[in-house]
């Protein structure tokens, strides 16, 4: 199934359930003055990130009925090469960023995780790790430079839905940002799990011990659901 590419003049695919519980959010009014932002991006020859194909990748890795957990990031990585539209996820090849470095660090005391070569997320989304960034586009070398422009209200809606349609989620709020978008959880239907951001500036405070891994993997089995492997492949 193919809508208008947000940023672009062609279609980009879109996986099917998702596209169906977001066909009106595509067809809002919002939603076209985005899009008239992006154009107005690239013809003043900003580059955005990241490229239009893999601006939905979170949504074509992890379909809408296989979601298990939800990862909240805040907007992609500014720099070249870095972001592919999983959030805290860089392509191979790419470095591994300073708050994925932490993820990983409290991964290893949580889990025995062994940290690989690389920052390739895809694994985790291919088993039901939704990696949602808030803000889908960034312009390059400028962070933050596309909230406010509508991202947030079309991920709202995600978030919303996943709360409302499914049943016994782990959703893991990483930092004040993240704690406030996830407030449209149902609690009582989900299990959500909160502490600082990974990042440097605030990893010491809190994310360092969370055990967010463990306590998300006892969730899913007590409501019999698959667990999460969450130890990468060393090579991809």
Not at 89 to 115: H, K, T
Not at 135 to 152: A, C, D, F, I, Y
Not at 207 to 220: D, I
């Amino acid at each position: 199934m193919k809508i208008e590419a947000i940023g672009q003049r062609r279609s980009v695919e879109l996986e099917a359930s998702w596209r169906s519980l977001l066909l009106d959010e595509f067809e809002s009014d919002y939603m076209h003055q985005l899009r008239t932002f992006l154009l107005a991006e690239k013809r003043r020859g900003k580059q955005v990130f990241p490229p239009g194909d893999e601006i939905f990748n979170a949504l074509n890795c992890t379909a809408f009925g296989d979601v298990k957990v939800v990862i909240l990031g805040q907007d992609p990585y500014h720099g070249f090469g870095q972001a592919h539209g999983l959030c805290f996820s860089v392509r191979p090849g790419v470095r591994i960023p300073p708050s994925l470095r932490n993820i990983y660090r409290e991964l290893e005391a949580d889990v025995g995780f062994v940290a690989p070569g690389h920052g390739f997320l895809q694994e985790w989304a291919q088993q039901g790790v939704l990696l949602l960034n808030s803000v889908l586009t960034v312009r390059e070398n400028h962070p933050s430079s596309h909230q406010g422009k509508g991202w947030e209200r079309f991920t709202d809606r995600i978030i919303e839905l996943l709360s409302e349609k499914r049943e016994a989620l782990a959703f893991l709020l990483w930092g004040s940002y993240a704690q406030r978008k996830g407030e449209v959880v149902d609690r009582n239907r989900h299990l959500v799990l909160q502490s600082v951001h990974p990042s440097p500036l605030s990893a010491r405070r809190g994310f360092f011990g969370n055990n967010h891994f463990t306590k998300t993997n006892a969730y899913l089995k007590s409501h019999g659901k698959p667990t999460i492997n969450w130890q990468l492949s060393p090579v991809v």
